[in-house]
């Protein structure tokens, strides 16, 4: 472990630093070094009292404005004896360090721009606004290779399936973050976007031969330590084909995911690829690490493995109480408990702490110059996928005065709560088409009927689907066009679109040789695999509202498609074409 050379190039100061302080602690403090906690917004007496206790040697922190976020840092800074290495989730802009920071856009968006400076830009501002506040560390970019339209985690968080673009466009992301002082975390390794399960929720299984995960995940990964990337995260993701390869009498049930595999940390990451950086596990309460062992085990055993860090307690005392025990039991050793300790130490000097935590100017959060960047990705970004009905696109009043639009939403209750807020991205659609001429009507889907039915009405509306259908000419005459809109987040076991009824309903675009439809996706880039009869498809990648209105300029001919989708969004089928 060679503090002086990369990722943390020590002087002898910081290095000595990084002795003197390791010298100094306790084999308690020591342990409690190896958790990141997680923060919210409590009275100051409240802070001191949780920093002294904890002795925390990061910290995360729940979302809020700018200026609360800032005070809430300086705070648990001014608290800790040692400095915390501060991290945030900025993986499309600002807006992952502070509620009020800038979206500049999900990596498949900035990837869809076909332009690398738009990388560079989401790292530039990210880093920016993320140091205003007080964060030091970014837990991104996300260099995860999309090979899976099943995959729900990471649909619109990667930078496509093609592992020279990823690596390209993260190292972009690296380098303007560094050139803004801020350290990155990359991650999850050994790779997601193979398997379709959610480590959230199941096991998740890398399941690439050990030849293919070197020219793909592992090609990714060296070019990020080769670029200097300080810290990895650790994904609770079996990688079976290199843990044989370590150890070839490895049965089945002892693969373990890479938070808990010393031959994927200690023989893979560490000695065949030679990442000499911080090793940080994701979140762990997350069932493809809990699945795996007790909690009692698998604390100590992921430090034992190889990770430096430990991402969220369950329980403080109970999990500081379980790497005592470990190293009782002879799980964890002494020696690797310094060793994590000093390159968590090595870390924070190569970021200055040992000298100053300061915070940068709040008034870059959210900023003009960072909004016009999103709105100019926006515009670059939306990609025409599929157009194969002449003479639909552009769409003029002239053509199509009447446009029913019918939403499709997620039924996922975490994602009604994190969006519900926002305003309908339906209804900013509705809003442009209308101020340039079309009359529009936003259809209300039959579930949505149903919830606010009583007993009587929901038979009227059952049975006017299923026995007393109308006939065609009453809705061709009724419009001129349909456009169905999708916005079903990564939330859950699939991103899929659930058509909960399956005869007469118009959610269901089945009069596609009626009426022209056209169909856009405002989240993930995969829905064409659920509308496959759809002949004029459009991906988006998120609903903001400069994303819609720019949307609309495009379906009405002002501005041209320029976006190019990088991952398969005809999801492998050759139907989806037709």
């Not at 010393?262 to 560490?270: E, F, M, S």
Request: with cysteine; hydrophobic share 35%; proline share 4%.
């Amino acid at each position: 472990m060679d503090l002086k050379s990369k990722p943390f190039y020590l002087n002898n100061e910081e290095a000595g630093w990084v002795k003197k302080t390791l010298s100094g602690m306790s084999t308690e403090d020591k342990i409690k070094q190896l958790f990141i906690d997680m923060a919210a917004p409590v009275p100051e007496e409240i802070i001191k009292k949780i920093a002294g206790e904890h002795k925390a040697g990061g910290l995360r922190y729940m979302n809020r404005d700018g200026l609360s976020i800032s005070k809430l840092i300086s705070s648990y800074q001014q608290a800790s004896e040692i400095p915390l290495i501060v991290a945030a989730n900025t993986e499309a802009g600002g807006n992952g360090a502070c509620s009020d920071g800038t979206e500049v856009g999900n990596e498949t968006k900035i990837s869809a721009t076909g332009d690398v400076r738009y990388a560079a830009a989401l790292g530039e501002i990210s880093a920016k606004e993320a140091r205003a506040v007080g964060c030091n560390t970014l837990f991104a970019p996300i260099v995860d290779i999309h090979r899976n339209f099943r995959n729900p985690i990471i649909a619109t968080r990667t930078f496509g399936s093609d592992e020279q673009k990823v690596a390209e466009y993260s190292k972009a992301y690296l380098n303007a973050a560094h050139k803004e002082g801020v350290a990155c975390v990359c991650k999850h390794f050994p790779g997601d976007g193979i398997d379709e399960r959610d480590q959230h929720l199941s096991n998740s299984v890398n399941s690439l031969s050990c030849e293919e995960w070197d020219k793909t995940f592992g090609y990714v990964y060296k070019e990020m330590i080769e670029a200097g990337v300080e810290g990895i995260m650790v994904g609770h993701i079996l990688l079976p084909a290199y843990e044989r390869k370590f150890n070839p009498s490895l049965e089945g049930k002892a693969c373990m995911p890479a938070t808990l595999s010393k031959y994927l940390l200690q023989d893979l990451l560490r000695k065949q690829l030679g990442f000499n950086g911080l090793i940080i596990t994701d979140a762990s309460h997350m069932v493809g690490m809990t699945g795996r062992l007790p909690r009692k085990d698998i604390i100590p055993i992921a430090i034992a493995a190889g990770c430096d860090m430990f991402l969220f307690y369950n329980d403080y005392e109970e999990d500081i109480a379980y790497v005592k025990e470990g190293i009782e039991r002879g799980i964890l050793s002494l020696e690797r408990l310094d060793e994590a300790i000093t390159r968590i130490l090595a870390f924070k000097a190569h970021l200055k702490l040992n000298k100053t935590h300061t915070t940068g100017d709040l008034s870059v959060i959210g900023c003009e110059k960072h909004k016009a960047v999103a709105e100019e990705v926006s515009g670059r970004a939306v990609t025409l996928v599929k157009s194969n009905q002449t003479g639909v696109l552009p769409l003029s009043p002239q053509k199509y005065k009447k446009i029913l639009l019918v939403p499709h939403n997620s039924s996922n209750p975490f994602n009604t709560y994190t969006t519900g807020k926002k305003v309908k991205y339906y209804e900013i659609v509705k809003a442009e088409l209308e101020n340039r001429g079309f009359e529009v009507e936003i259809y209300t889907p039959v579930l949505e009927q149903l919830a606010h039915a009583g007993e009587e009405q929901t038979k009227e509306i059952m049975d006017k689907l299923y026995t007393s259908k109308s006939a065609i000419k009453t809705f061709t005459q009724k419009y001129d066009l349909i456009i169905q809109m999708a916005n079903i987040p990564g939330n859950g076991v699939v991103q899929r679109i659930d058509f909960a009824l399956t005869k007469g309903s118009i959610d269901i675009p089945w009069y596609v040789h009626e009426l022209p439809v056209v169909f856009v996706s405002v989240n993930s880039p995969f829905h064409l695999i659920d509308v496959p009869q759809v002949q004029t498809y459009i991906n988006c990648y998120d609903a903001n509202i400069h994303t819609m209105k720019a949307l609309c300029k495009k379906l009405t001919g002002e501005e041209s498609f320029t976006g190019v989708s990088p991952v398969d969004a005809f999801c492998g089928g050759e139907d989806t074409r037709w």
